[in-house]
């Protein structure tokens, strides 16, 4: 059982938008920064966003990360089909002392 | 360009020993910290280990402490992991990851190398 909770799939048509929440506590996303990946089929994890909502230099701006409480959101507009892929959260938990990650969510572009 | 490629995977038995390679390119190995991340099937990304810019101080996660051994050689541009008595739950992709300055992210990740520790 991972320690940030995420829905295991998500799906929506081409075009459209679509949304994945990544839910924690105090001790993670509620007192750090947030960060969100992305693993397209058989290549390296990416950094899409840090810091709750920075997009590192390359990523497009139909990527977008928010955080709220104990909650953060990955955004997605725009989609493409090549945009399927698993999309994964991480922030620093203070009480662990660790870097703690979601499950992960497979997005599928219908 | 920044590079990470993992090597060393493969399928042993429990109890059996493993070690994981990464070498680095496009950028100063030397001044960053470095991470092994695991995914097991099924579950989510779970940090293994980290070591400090010089290999003076190194972290693991209670699972693997005394089992797995986490080192590096900067002439080299490589980051190692030594996995002892493995067991069936290590079973794993492991990815190899740059740790960003600040705020405890990864800029940079490997392909990985899967484990299989299996009879």
């Known amino acids: 059982q991972s320690v940030l909770t995420q829905p295991p799939s998500v799906s929506a048509a081409p075009g459209q938008k679509v949304t994945i929440s990544c839910s924690g506590s105090?001790?993670?996303?509620?007192?750090?920064?947030v960060s969100w990946y992305q693993r397209l089929p058989g290549t390296a994890p990416k950094l899409l966003i840090y810091?709750?909502?920075q997009r590192p230099s390359g990523i497009p701006d139909r990527f977008s990360g928010s955080k709220s409480g104990t909650s953060a959101t990955l955004g997605i507009t725009g989609l493409q089909t090549g945009d399927e892929a698993d999309y994964f959260c991480?922030?620093?938990?203070?009480?662990?002392?660790?870097?703690?990650f979601g499950g992960g969510t497979k997005l599928t572009v219908l | 360009e920044v590079q990470l490629v993992e090597s060393g995977g493969g399928l042993v038995q429990p109890g059996g020993s493993l070690r994981l390679s990464c070498a680095a390119s496009g950028f100063t190995f030397s001044t960053y910290w470095m991470s092994w991340v695991r995914q097991a099937p099924g579950k989510g990304l779970e940090w293994v280990a980290n070591i400090k810019q010089d290999g003076t101080d190194k972290y693991y996660v209670d699972s693997v402490r005394g089992r797995f051994t986490i080192s590096r050689d900067n002439a080299k541009n490589s980051l190692f992991l030594q996995m002892n008595s493995l067991r069936a739950e290590d079973t794993a992709i492991y990815y190899c990851?740059?740790?960003?300055?600040?705020?405890?992210?990864?800029?940079?990740w490997g392909q990985g190398t899967l484990v299989t520790v299996s009879s």
């Open positions: 105090s001790s993670n996303i509620g007192n750090n920064y």
């Open positions: 991480g922030v620093w938990d203070s009480s662990l002392s660790v870097r703690v």
């Open positions: 990851a740059r740790e960003a300055p600040w705020n405890y992210y990864y800029d940079y």
């Open positions: 810091d709750n909502n």
